[in-house]
């Protein structure tokens, strides 16, 4: 446990090291639903940086693939209808809610701002009361 | 100016790369340990919630430096959102992604980082992560015409 909770602190300082690299050259916030959803825009000139910010994230994501297999795909068991719907939903609601973990959850509430905090507790409760529902009915 | 473009695309990527690496070793990569996290059963896993306890305050010192600066280094001026307004969608659409993310284990992140390392159901995963956010915009622009529509019916 307390490994783990390590490597989340290491890993958290990095996420929040990786969005100030990007206020401070870009002058951006690193919301990931956002800076993807704004990919399917096609407005001109706020095109490239986007793509190669979901470029970089692949990339960062295949090298410590190679490094380290065992940080992705512990999988959850769950069937491939679940991950399908769970993503239409997910891609919904993040635009619909203009953020998710890392715009809302790490930028806003880093700046406090009030839509964030407020976003961020709903998102929490309702994954957290979710998951143990489902957790009772799935077993 | 033209160069600035290119210095912006090269650190948008850096970021992303290093972002993805922070996610990996966070945890936040497997599904079964972010679930773990938000069911709180008996042998519940509190380990992720220090990842918001690493990056939310370095990004909030790092914040209120930056913010002191005129201006980003690669743009003219800051795009950072200003709204403060507590909205129905705001609301509506983080209890949808909240669902959404117990169901999954993934978030839109750790979605796109386990996408690059391969891993099968974040592929399924994010291919209708991009529908969800497709669909979204259509439901958008019908609601758009519905409340148009509704305006002109106005009894006078």
């Known amino acids: ?139 | 100016m033209k160069q600035q473009k290119h210095f912006q695309i090269l650190a948008a990527f850096v970021v992303g790369l290093l972002f993805a690496i922070g996610l990996g070793i966070s945890g936040m990569t497997q599904p079964q340990k972010v679930i773990g996290f938000l069911q709180l059963t008996k042998d519940w896993d509190p380990s992720l919630m220090f990842v918001m306890i690493g990056a939310i305050p370095v990004h909030a010192l790092a914040y209120r430096l930056i913010r002191g600066r005129k201006s980003p280094l690669f743009d003219m001026k800051f795009h950072v959102p200003q709204s403060r307004e507590i909205t129905k969608p705001l609301i509506v659409g983080s209890a949808l992604f909240g669902f959404g993310w117990a169901l999954g284990g993934f978030c839109p992140g750790p979605g796109l980082a386990s996408l690059g390392a391969g891993a099968p159901s974040a592929i399924l995963f994010v291919i209708f992560l991009v529908a969800g956010m497709v669909l979204q915009r259509l439901y958008q622009k019908v609601a758009a015409k519905a409340a148009v529509r509704r305006s002109q019916l106005k009894p006078l």
């Open chain 1, 1 to 139: 446990m307390l490994h783990s909770i390590l490597m989340a602190l290491f890993g958290g300082a990095l996420i929040g090291l990786a969005a100030s690299l990007m206020l401070v050259l870009n002058g951006r916030v690193t919301g990931i639903s956002g800076i993807t959803n704004g990919l399917l825009s096609f407005v001109k000139g706020d095109y490239a940086w986007r793509a190669a910010f979901v470029g970089g994230l692949l990339g960062g994501g295949f090298i410590l693939g190679q490094l380290h297999p065992e940080f992705f795909e512990n999988t959850t068991g769950r069937p491939s209808v679940m991950i399908a719907v769970a993503g239409l939903i997910v891609g919904f609601g993040t635009v619909l809610g203009s953020g998710c973990t890392s715009g809302h959850g790490v930028c806003g509430i880093a700046r406090f701002s009030p839509r964030s905090l407020v976003a961020t507790l709903v998102f929490m409760l309702v994954g957290m009361a979710s998951a143990t529902l489902l957790k009772a009915i799935l077993g």
